[in-house]
């Protein structure tokens, strides 16, 4: 099925680094998000860059598009204990739903 | 606005039982979906509706599931009858259309159904 793919899987930082995420998808899309679950919590939205756009910035979050490798990457900058979750990208293909990869585990070491 | 409230946010039944999930969308959102969240399968998008219309239920694993929107604020999705494999985190999400392209999607906290 289509649905974007995040990279790597699982990841283990120090508080401070920057955590790097990479999620490829496979035909074009309307635009890309991204979201993040805290441990028995319901996703939440964290940012949306639209096919026509290349970088976006939230915060410490940046996030790039690149539509002629089918790929995105979010960057957490100085990373906290509280950024510890899992990260999901989801794409959508227009029509009228999200196809959601299968989650970057990320652990913020204090 | 709450956000988006499910009911009963843990359930534990024995197999052969009907299971029904509980969903309050946000007021003045448009779309509704129901995803599954497991290990093995991540999630999986099970239905959506649109104004309280099923558009696509593709995604609904058998018969033994159901889902529906009476109004614009509640849904129901109801397993009958459950089996150990339906074990999982049933989530439900609702959205603001936008024309073509699918928005924020704004998530409920799960229903964790284990299934004995």
């Known amino acids: 099925s289509q649905q974007g793919e995040e990279d790597p899987q699982a990841l283990s930082i120090q508080e401070g680094e920057n955590a790097t995420m990479n999620c490829s998808y496979k035909?074009?899309?309307?635009?890309l998000q991204w979201y993040r679950q805290n441990s028995g919590r319901g996703l939440v939205h964290l940012i949306l860059?639209?096919?026509?756009?290349r970088e976006k910035h939230s915060g410490r979050l940046r996030v790039t598009l690149d539509t002629s490798k089918k790929s995105s990457s979010l960057l957490i900058t100085a990373s906290r204990a509280a950024d510890t979750a899992s990260y999901f990208c989801a794409t959508d293909y227009g029509n009228n739903r999200l196809a959601f990869g299968k989650g970057n585990q990320v652990v913020v070491i204090p | 606005d709450a956000g988006v409230i499910q009911s009963p946010r843990h359930e534990v039944t024995e197999m052969g039982q009907e299971v029904t999930l509980r969903c309050k969308p946000i007021?003045?959102?448009?779309?509704l979906f129901w995803y599954r969240q497991t290990m093995m399968r991540g999630l999986e998008l099970l239905i959506y509706f649109n104004n309280n219309v099923p558009i696509d239920d593709s995604g609904m694993p058998e018969d033994r599931f159901s889902a529906k929107m009476p109004n614009a604020s509640f849904s129901t999705l109801k397993i009958q009858p459950s089996e150990p494999r339906d074990s999982a985190v049933y989530f439900c999400a609702s959205s603001f259309g936008r024309g073509v392209s699918t928005g924020e999607l704004f998530f409920g906290e799960g229903s964790r159904l284990t299934v004995l």
């Open positions: 860059i639209r096919s026509n756009e």
């Open positions: 007021s003045g959102h448009d779309y």
């Open positions: 035909t074009s899309i309307n635009n």
